[in-house]
Every structure is written in C-alpha cells, then in structure tokens.
C-alpha cells in the first residue's frame, strides 16, 4: 500500500482495525481523544464493539470482560486515566488474559498538563498496579513504528496472555506523517482453550484473579515469573544507529530517542564517536545489549522527557562500569536536537566519574530553568 | 406398606455440588439457588456467563455450572458489559451486593443501566459490608450498629440510606428493575418470578433488568436467622417497598 498523510492517534486506531480489533472501549483524555473518536464510527460501520465507558474505571473493565471472552481488544487513554486504569490491569494480569493498552502520555504528576512526556515509564515498566505481574511495553517513536507496533501488541498479548501496553508521547499521537497501513485482516475466531464464552458443549470455565490459599498464588506467581523469562529470552526489541565504533552511546526512547539522533548525526558531521540505542520494547528492557555495549562506550547518555526513569535500567545494565550521564526535559518539555548535541559534546570532552549520581550534574545543568 | 418414594425436590442442574461458604440463616444460598432454578428452567445454563462481585458472593463461581467471570470491586456491570457487547447472544448476569453495587460500583451500575445494556442483575441488599465483617453500607438504616457506625448510624454524620430500585428506575436504558424480599416462602416465590422475568428481560433484548433482594446477615447483625428475618419484615421494608419499580411496557406483554 503506497504511504498516506497519517495522523499518529488515528493511525493507531485504523492499524488496531486492521489488526483485527473486535472490541474497544475507551473515555476522553487529551491527547488520545482521537482514537476515540476515530473508533466511534469505524467499528460499529464494521459491525465491531464500540462503548465510550463512563470512566476510564469503566473502561478497562469492559476491556477485562471482553478479554475473559477471548476477543482481541483495546482501551486508549492518556497518563491520568491510565493511573484510573491500573487496578483493572493488576486484574486482567492476575487472570492471565491478553489484552492491549495504549498510553498517549501527558505532562504530569496530577492534572499537569497535556503537552507530550515520558513521565509514565515507571507506571508502565515497573510496576503501576498492585501486585507482582510483568507487562509488555513497546514504545514507538513514529506514526509508522506505532502502526506497525499495533498488530505486535496484540499477537505478544494473545502468545503470552499478558498485557501488552503501548507508551508514547503525545506528540507522535498529535503529528501527521506519511506512513503506510496494513492490509485489513479478518477477523480470527480463535476458540482459546480458556475463554469464558459459554459452556456450550464442553466443561464450564472460571476465570478470576483469585488464589485464596497463598500457595496457590505463589505458584500464579512464580508461573507469571517464568513466563516473563520466556518473553525476556524472545523479544526484546531495539533499534542501533551509529554504535558500531560508537565511545558515546545516547540511550532514549520514543521521541526522545528520534530527537536524539538527529544530534547524534550533528556530533558525528563534527568527528564524535557516538551512536543511539533506541529500545523499542522498554519492557522487556534490552539489559544485554547496554551491557555488551559497556565494553566499548567509554560513557552513556540517557536522554528521557521526564526526571530519569529509564536511567535506573540502564545503570542497571551498565554496573558502574563506566559513567552514565542523564539529560532529560520533564513536564511535558521536548528536547532540542542542540542541547542534546551539547550534551554529547560535554560528555565527549569531560573526565567523567562512576561514583556520581547522574541526576546530581543534570539538576546543576538544569538550574537555569527556573 | 410405604408409599412409592417420589422425588419433590432435588439440585438445579445449574448448580454445583460445591457447599457453599455462607452463614448459617443467610439468604445468600436461597438467592443463588432461585437464579439457578431460573437458568436450568430457561435453559440457558449452557450460554450463560456469570459475574461474580468483591465481597460475601465472590466466590458465587463455585455454585453455578456456568462460565464464570469474577470482577474487581463494584465494576461488574462493566466487565459484563465487556462479555455481552462481544457476545450479544449469550446471557451474561452480575450478582452483587450493596457495599459493591451501591457504594464503590455506583458509576459502573449507573451507566451500565443507562446505557440500556441487556444483562440481568441480581442485588443483594442486607444493609452492610459482609465480607469484610459488617461495616456501614449506603443501604446501612438510620440509627443501625455496624462495625464502622458503632453509635448507630447516624444520618448528620454518616448520610441517609440509598434506594437502589427508585434510583435505577428512573433511567430510559432499564427495561425491569424490581425490589423483593427473602424473609418468607412467599416472598421467596414471588422473588423467583421476578429473576425469571428479569432474565426474560434480557433474552428479549428489552433492555436493562435489575432483581434487588432485600437480604439477612444473621452474624453480623448480631441476630438468629429467625429473628433476622423478623427484622427485615420489621425494618428493612418499611425503608425498602418491597414492588415494580419499572416495567417496560415490552416486558408487561410476555407471558411466563
């Protein structure tokens, strides 16, 4: 299919179509409104389940039934509402049932505002509801990576009956690119062996969130646990540009990574030796990758909209065995490609320590901003 | 010489053999029972998808020989909604009690109601938080003990008792919403028929039907299963009429 002037909010919307979505529920919020909007008349002219909830409480809990009912569906929201979301997710995790989440995120905490940011890496990767569940999260940094990340995140949540949750700026949910869309799929009846559809000539199925006896949930638990292994093992995605010789590696994700190398280009035009590991999939997060990269960089730079959230995995990953500098843009500020460039520059040119907190340089660097 | 045994009375099909967990003199079983008897009656045992609540009924999914859901606290309307928007030919009911229906579930029962969805819901009104151990509810009498209104409820401080029935009544999207009583044999049957013609509400696609069952809690109201039900004779329907707070003009003409 030739490439189209796409809108990032409707494009998802069309792309989860085309992906076979059969059920959506969703509730306003900036700036997601428009994959709300765009569904309210695309599924039901296609015969396909479409209720705007009454909250986003409400939301993701018909998004939990139509899961139990094993369809392919999705809710929509942006940071607040996902917030409101989370007790439904730690259900749909504790059920083991597949069903996909998208977060267009907002400057934040609280109300904040609604220009685009990052602030919601640690709700998504770490952790946001209640209990011990791992999640799928992918974050595309384009209206062609979120279209083409639609379809991944619902074949990943059916393969490992685990959420599968989609973060991205507001920006790439706001700005219009060219892209190109799948073709339609059917709609695939797939008779799991586990949806709660009616007994219709076969045994009757519970599905719950449930284990009373504790070590019944110990043994949920640690099955989640070794699921999560099997995912960490199978798909983790990233993208490198520049890293082959790169001693300056620039780690960031979704826009702030795309912002990122437009400055690693500039650093490379002026003879600097850097390069960007973009990771597609946060969660799971590319530990591997940062650390066979620790044995050639001489510096990391993290790059995040918000106060430093992926920083902590990839110090993690790097174990102080090199320094690991940070600059972010938190609130709902997006870089420019020139101060990320001086970052690079400033990283280039200083005698760095491993024994700094990174955050301490970036809140001196950041105390113009006032 | 002894008569031939006959059988009179035996288990819905639609029922487990589980044993069900509840009190001794609690209504639950009596409720669950009636819903089962009404689904092997129908016979829609085999399409029907249960929703289980948070609280005494949580575990409602043993008993029932049907598919089974359970959903967070108060949002069973919306996981119902969820099942039967994607199976419109399937039967789908919540069975709920008051903490979650009318206390942390009023938005989902609301607009579920509103919105016309065409599930059933079974409402189990016995003035308190059972499960956690007999806390004040929205449905909890003026001046009525609790663990959590130790003085007696009191309306200044605490609020006046919510009327589920009245309030879901009054929404276009219902097509059946009734209250009744467990306390004798005669409300019992007279409960039996309204689950009956709730689920007919439902498999018509009349709309939105809703059963509200005014409930004893024999231990945490501090009472014997006789005198609870005397107090809900007493008290519980002066405060909650027992009648037919809508039925759609629809639903008037089916013959059961």
């Known amino acids: 299919m030739a490439k189209e002037l796409w809108k990032g909010n409707e494009a998802i919307a069309e792309a989860a179509v085309r992906a076979g979505l059969q059920a959506y529920f969703g509730y306003p919020i900036t700036p997601q409104t428009e994959i709300l909007e765009y569904l309210s008349r695309r599924m039901p002219e296609l015969g396909r389940a479409f209720v705007q909830a009454e909250s986003e409480l409400g939301a993701i809990n018909m998004v939990y039934g139509a899961a139990c009912a094993g369809v392919r569906v999705m809710s929509t929201s942006s940071s607040p509402g996902v917030s409101l979301m989370m007790e439904g997710l730690s259900y749909i995790a504790g059920t083991e049932v597949p069903a996909v989440l998208v977060n267009v995120m907002r400057g934040g905490p609280g109300l904040g505002n609604i220009a685009p940011s990052q602030a919601d890496y640690n709700q998504a990767v770490h952790g946001g509801g209640h209990g011990d569940y791992p999640r799928i999260v992918l974050a595309p940094a384009s209206v062609q990576e979120a279209i083409d990340m639609m379809g991944l995140s619902f074949d990943l949540a059916e393969k490992y009956r685990m959420i599968s949750m989609m973060i991205l700026d507001g920006s790439v949910g706001q700005m219009m690119e060219p892209a190109e869309m799948p073709e339609m799929k059917p709609i695939v009846e797939r008779n799991w062996d586990w949806a709660t559809n009616g007994a219709l000539n076969r045994e009757r199925r519970i599905l719950s969130s449930i284990y009373i006896e504790p070590a019944a949930e110990e043994v949920a638990n640690l099955r989640l646990a070794n699921r999560w292994k099997e995912v960490q093992a199978n798909e983790v995605r990233y993208k490198e540009y520049f890293l082959d010789d790169a001693e300056i590696v620039v780690v960031g994700f979704g826009t702030a990574g795309r912002v990122s190398l437009s400055a690693v280009r500039a650093a490379r035009a002026q003879g600097i030796k850097v390069g960007l590991l973009r990771p597609i999939t946060v969660s799971p997060f590319p530990y591997e990758v940062i650390d066979q990269l620790t044995g050639q960089a001489k510096a990391f730079l993290v790059v995040e909209m918000n106060m430093g959230q992926m920083l902590s995995d990839v110090r993690l990953a790097v174990r102080g065995r090199v320094p690991v500098e940070f600059h972010g843009r938190p609130g709902g500020m997006v870089p420019f490609p020139d101060e990320i460039l001086h970052e690079v520059q400033r990283v280039n040119g200083a005698n760095l320590s491993v024994q700094t907190d990174p955050i301490d340089g970036w809140l001196a660097r950041m105390a113009e901003v006032k | ?256």
């Not at chain 2, 606290?73 to 009911?93: C, E, I, N, Q, S």
């Not at chain 2, 009245?166 to 028929?193: F, Q, W």
């Not at chain 2, 609870?228 to 707070?245: C, N, Q, T």
């Open chain 2, 1 to 256: 010489m002894a008569a031939p045994e006959s059988l009179v009375y035996e288990r819905p099909e639609s029922f487990t053999e589980t044993p069900t967990h509840y009190c001794p003199g609690c209504t639950h079983g009596v409720a669950h029972r009636l819903v089962a008897e009404v689904l092997e009656e129908m016979g829609v045992t085999n399409r029907t998808i249960g929703v289980a609540p948070v609280g005494c009924a949580v575990f409602a999914y043993n008993y029932f020989d049907t598919d089974f859901v359970e959903a967070p606290h108060g949002r069973a309307p919306a996981m119902a909604t969820g099942v039967k928007r994607v199976l419109p030919d399937r039967v789908v009911f919540t069975y709920q009690g008051d903490g979650d229906l009318a206390s942390i579930g009023m938005g989902e029962i609301v607009h579920a109601a509103a919105r016309g969805e065409n599930i059933t819901v079974i409402f189990i009104n016995n003035a308190n938080f059972g499960m956690t151990g007999g806390q004040m509810a929205p449905t909890t009498l003026p001046g009525m003990k609790t663990t959590s209104s130790p003085n007696g409820r009191d309306v200044e401080s605490q609020g006046y008792p919510i009327r589920m029935s009245e309030m879901i009544s009054t929404l276009d999207g219902v097509g059946y919403c009734v209250r009744r009583s467990l306390h004798d044999p005669k409300n019992i049957r007279l409960a039996k028929k309204a689950i009956r013609t709730a689920f007919e509400t439902q498999v018509r696609g009349l709309g939105f039907s809703m059963v509200e069952l005014l409930s004893t809690c024999p231990t945490n109201w501090g009472m014997t299963p006789v005198n609870s039900l005397k107090f809900v004779e007493e008290h519980m329907i002066p405060a909650y009429p027992l009648g037919d707070y809508k039925v759609s003009e629809a639903i008037k003409q089916v013959k059961i």
